[in-house]
């Protein structure tokens, strides 16, 4: 048997018989841009999250960066976020003009460690970019405090963490504007890219909208430079058949990663994930820490034996060269470059059979004692 990281294909077979007929009422209808299941989508989605308002978009990046946009960030502000993240976050924040600064994690949650953000705070910073890193939520009772304290604005990175509560409440809708991505491979994803920006300030609402039209609120007529940033019918078809399922499918994925920390607890030569009471986690990724040294071999030893898994993130974005004019340094933010040597995200979909999963903590059962002793010998 083999375990792969994610299948998509299973979740497909599973709902076939709906999305097909979903998608041939589109292709039917002929309403293939901005069709009326768009707005059916945005309207369920919002409900789901409890806010007012979803404004679907093509992508999770672009959800960032029209929630930027949005909150008038631009050119000469700063907005702190966390070097540990896909690029996207920062892709968003210089699209729009601004530059990021990097605020260090916490090595236990793996997401921005509130306790460095007001050391960063200068005349220039206009908002806080929080990233609920593999599904896990942010500590945003400490970020909102920060927030108010400093009249800063916030944006929520959810493109990993579709479900995920923070003191009972769905992340994205606690801060100003909440962002998601539904690539493929997340805990609700389409059949392509897709993303959506949520918030319950209508003015910060109707701007999102129209910002993603070519900035028009009257058809032909632009009251600024948007972005032809729409999610197709298509796709807001096959979300509107998967999102029912969605709470569901984070069960599963608990139960999974409960299986892994009942099974790999007593394992030295890792550390599993630490839980936070307040915050319920939607596991998109289950990431474990490797130490000394020992996560290529590992991973190597996983791939022998019909495991795969993922390095989420190999290289901290403030080491990437294209923040090179930001003037970073190796050791500047030791948390997020130690977690880049470490981290390794084990097999989770919501499909993974039981087998799996004993194959899975098998297998790193006997890869850590496999590499202890080369590394020993």
Known sequence: MNVPPFQARSQYQQLADEIEKSVCAVMAGGHYIMGPQVKMFEAQFAEYLGCKTAISCNSGTDALHLALRALDIGAGDEVLTTPFTFIATTEAIGMVGAA?????????????????????????????????????????????????????????????????????????????VGCFS????????????????????????????????????????HSELGLNSRLDTLQAAILLVK????????????AIAAYYFSQLAEIEAINLPSLDPLGQPVWNQFTIRV?????????????????????????????????????????DFPASEQLSYEVLSLPMFPELATSAQALVTDALKESVAHSLTLCNS
Not at 109 to 125: G, V
């Open 100 to 176: 990021p600064v990097f605020v260090d994690v916490d090595p236990t949650t793996y997401n921005i460690d509130p306790r460095l953000l007001e050391a960063k705070i200068t005349e220039r910073t206009k908002a806080i970019l929080p990233v609920h890193l593999y599904g896990r939520p942010c500590d945003m009772t400490a970020v909102m405090h920060i927030a108010r304290q400093y009249n800063l604005k916030v944006i929520e990175d959810c493109a990993q963490a579709t479900g995920a509560t923070w003191q009972g409440k769905k992340v994205g809708t606690i801060g100003d």
């Open 182 to 221: 539904f690539f493929p491979t997340k805990n609700l994803g389409c059949f392509g890219d897709g993303g959506a920006a949520v918030t319950s300030n209508p003015e910060i609402a109707e701007r999102i909208e129209y910002l993603r039209r070519h900035g028009g609120k009257v058809k032909y007529q």
């Open 243 to 254: 999102l029912p399922y969605l709470d569901r499918w984070n069960a599963s994925r608990s």
């Open 291 to 331: 130490l000394n040294g020992q996560r290529d071999r590992l991973q190597q030893s996983l791939k022998e034996r019909s495991v795969g898994s993922m390095i989420y993130y190999p290289i901290p974005l403030h080491l990437q060269q294209v923040h090179a004019n930001l003037g970073h340094r190796r050791g």
